[in-house]
């Protein structure tokens, strides 16, 4: 089984700042399946990147992922005041077939 | 535009079933598997089950696994998720997603709440 680890857990920051988010695998995986997700109070979980630097449907150019094996981060390069919600990394893997998802990362203002 | 809408949650106490289902709109149901995804109060994101576009293939959470199965209706375009055995920390908004590539959410529903308490 694989446990993503996220952190910081919460991540205190001002609108215009840089964000870096990170999601920690153990043990290591050799695919790209990584995904992130932001959720905003109230709200369902949104999805931000995809095979770990894939950026979805719709979401700004200043959301990047990056990583492989074993580290994998999320940049938000300025922060905007809609970006203040919780992030979530999310692994996949085929054989068994199973996701697990990290504990979340805070961003607050 | 693509909709998932989940209905069914509401209060049980333990022991009891329930059936959560997730009606779709707008893409081609039958060629995407789907998950359904938990989120207890407070905490954060567990998946819970998952199916092929077809329906052949299913897979679990090992904390549900025995009690819950997943199912879809391909020609009602819709998810379900029967929930059996039901314990205070099954307790959680269910949401369904569609999974595209790498095994993605891609869009989410706006969840329904099961709440399990004697």
């Known amino acids: 089984e694989i446990v993503l680890t996220q952190s910081p857990g919460t991540l205190s920051l001002s609108p215009g700042e840089r964000a870096t988010l990170s999601c920690r695998a153990s043990?290591?995986?050799?695919?790209?399946?990584l995904a992130w997700y932001q959720q905003r109070p109230g709200q369902a979980p949104r999805l931000l990147i995809y095979g770990a630097s894939s950026r979805a449907s719709g979401i700004p150019d200043r959301f990047s992922g990056s990583g492989s094996g074993t580290d994998f981060t999320l940049t938000i390069s300025r922060l905007e005041p809609e970006d203040f919600a919780v992030y979530y990394c999310q692994q996949y893997l085929t054989s068994p077939l199973m996701y697990t998802f990290g504990q979340g990362t805070k961003l607050e203002i | 535009e693509v909709q998932l809408l989940e209905s069914g949650g509401g209060l049980l106490q333990p022991g009891g079933s329930l059936r959560v289902s997730c009606a779709a709109s707008g893409f081609t149901f039958s060629s995407y598997a789907m998950s359904w995804v938990r989120q207890a109060p407070g905490k954060g994101l567990e998946w819970v089950s998952g199916i092929t576009g077809s329906g052949g293939g299913t897979y679990y959470a090992d904390s549900v696994r025995g009690r819950f199965t997943i199912s879809r209706d391909n020609s009602k375009n819709t998810l379900y998720l029967q929930m059996n055995s039901l314990r205070v920390e099954d307790t959680a908004e269910y949401y369904c997603?569609?999974?595209?590539?790498?095994?993605?959410?891609?869009?989410w529903g706006q969840g329904t709440l099961v709440t399990v308490s004697s």
């Open positions: 043990p290591s995986f050799s695919s790209n399946y």
């Open positions: 997603a569609r999974v595209i590539a790498y095994g993605a959410g891609d869009y």
